[in-house]
């Protein structure tokens, strides 16, 4: 089924993934190298048939799953956090090829997914309830967690690995069991996880894939089917409001993880090599394509100009090119939608009075290679400043006062990660407190850990992923009440 994969690198034959629904028509949809233009793969195109299909399995499984120790679930994922690691360059290799990102970052992205099913196979061990002291003493009182159940999965393609890990550990770590449908354009190192959780000796039916190039179709099945207990999704704000919505009519719990607005500030008490250090990490990792990109970068007056010529010379030397190259610090952009809204964020920004310190252009033009881009002198109502770029695009603007800037950074919708460099303790205790966000970076660029909780408030999302917290999402809270004692 899978053809076109050359590269010596590209070793799992996807076609090993067992989980995979029966087929309902021979539907098939192709994956390209993004750097390249390359067909890299021609792969099932599932719908609803299959769909139903992987829930029914889905389902079914799940009972025995949850009944399971708690030792043995986590063995399970032991050995699949082993298998992955032992192919980490295998994994990483379809993970640059179909997504595009440099090598270095996608075997970092291997880890990262490594990390989070050793978190949660120690974490499967620790589902502990409670007991509450009765107000009679003829009573006992207890609450219990147990498995959610079905738990419906989408995701979307810039971090297609991770996503993977950190959405089923912790789901099969409390008992559920999976539909997994990852994005269109980056299929197939999840079908290479899923090969190697076959391996790893997951039962038929426990974790079941569904590719898929028209999202909407799965998604409305997923949500509407009575055997799914909960969706868990990450991606657009967008298609995050639309799936909840699905899942009103049965009440269905959702984990959405959803768009970001970060705003990265640097106060003049800052360090400024440091803050600037921080500002590459989180404005171009993944060329930007991160939903906790640094997207509107401000700047205190007194430091301005010397951290934007730092700044400014550091991004120069960032090389920009094919992942696998040797040296590139920046792929392509995901597809030429990316390159057209990054230059629409561009021409406005100029539009109103921006000034292009660095970059600007797109690289050739076969591909979607963008420099990376500084603009400063950038007003608060420009486009840049409001929406999410998803892009190697860094709009600088200045600020004086250290009160609107936190006024300013939280007038978003947006609600997922902030960053902030400064050196004076009570500033730094009171923007923590006083930013309107999940996750705030203080004095760092990057802050996404398996042991933390990852995730946003307002229109950000609703749920966590990762730490304690996250194994909660797929856990039901029981009160028991035992009387006549
Ligand atoms: P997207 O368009 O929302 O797509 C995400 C996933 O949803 C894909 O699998 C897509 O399938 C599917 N989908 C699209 N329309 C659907 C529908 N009507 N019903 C059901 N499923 C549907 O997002 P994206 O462009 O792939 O990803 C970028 C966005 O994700 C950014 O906004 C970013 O901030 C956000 N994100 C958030 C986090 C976080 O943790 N908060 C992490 C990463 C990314 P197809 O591929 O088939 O279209």
Request: proline share 4%; hydrophobic share 40%.
């Amino acid at each position: 089924m899978i053809r076109h994969l050359k590269s010596a690198h590209l070793f799992v034959d996807v076609d090993n993934v067992s989980d995979l629904p029966t087929r309902a028509s021979d539907r098939t949809f192709e994956v390209f190298n993004p750097s390249t233009g390359e067909l890299l793969a021609e792969i099932p195109d599932m719908g609803v048939e299959e769909t139903r299909a992987a829930i029914d399995k889905a389902y079914i499984a799940q009972p025995e799953w949850a009944a399971l120790t708690a030792r043995e679930r986590s063995d399970m994922l032991w050995r699949w956090h082993q298998l992955i690691v032992d192919h980490t360059d295998d994994l990483a290799a379809i993970l640059t090829a179909e997504m595009g990102k440099p090598f270095a970052e996608a075997r970092s992205e291997v880890a990262h997914a490594a990390a989070y099913l050793q978190w949660y196979a120690e974490e499967a061990n620790r589902i502990y309830g409670e007991t509450i002291s009765a107000p009679s003493t003829d009573r006992r009182m207890l609450v219990i967690k147990q498995p959610i159940g079905v738990v419906g999965t989408i995701t979307p393609w810039n971090f297609p690995a991770s996503m993977v890990a950190r959405k089923i550990s912790p789901a099969l770590a409390a008992g559920c069991t999976i539909v997994f449908k990852p994005a269109e354009q980056t299929p197939l190192v999840a079908g290479a996880m899923f090969a190697l959780a076959h391996q790893a000796g997951f039962p038929n039916g426990v974790i079941n894939l569904v590719y898929a190039s028209e999202g909407d179709a799965v998604g409305r099945e997923l949500c509407s089917n009575p055997k799914v207990r909960k969706i868990s999704f990450t991606g657009s704000t967008e298609v995050g409001r639309l799936l909840m919505r699905q899942c009103s009519d049965q009440i269905k719990k959702v984990s959405l993880e959803l768009g970001g607005n970060a705003p990265f500030i640097v106060f003049d008490d800052a360090d400024i090599d440091a803050a600037v250090d921080g500002a590459i990490q989180a404005k171009f990792r993944n060329a930007g394509q991160t939903c906790v990109s640094a997207n509107r970068l401000y700047v205190q007056s007194g430091v301005h100009e010397e951290f934007v010529d730092k700044f400014t010379k550091k991004v120069r030397q960032l090389s920009v090119g094919d992942g696998f190259d040797p040296g590139v610090a920046i792929g392509p952009l995901i597809d030429k939608r990316a390159l057209a809204k990054i230059e629409s964020h561009i021409a406005d920004a100029v539009a109103n009075g921006g000034v292009v310190r660095c970059g600007g252009n797109r690289i050739g033009s076969e591909g979607t290679f963008f420099q990376p881009t500084i603009l400063t002198e950038i007003s608060r109502d420009t486009t840049v400043a409001q929406e999410e770029t998803f892009g190697p695009l860094a709009p600088i603007i200045r600020f004086e006062d250290a009160d609107h800037v936190v006024r300013d950074a939280n007038d978003t919708i947006y609600g997922l990660a902030a960053y902030f460099y400064a050196s004076n303790l009570k500033r730094v205790w009171r923007v923590a407190e006083a930013l309107e966000y999940g996750m705030v970076g203080i004095n760092t660029g990057r802050m996404s850990s398996e042991a933390a909780p990852f995730g946003g408030i307002k229109q950000s999302g609703i749920g966590r992923e990762g730490s304690r917290h996250g194994l909660e999402d797929y856990l039901e809270m029981k009160y028991l009440c035992m009387g006549g004692i």
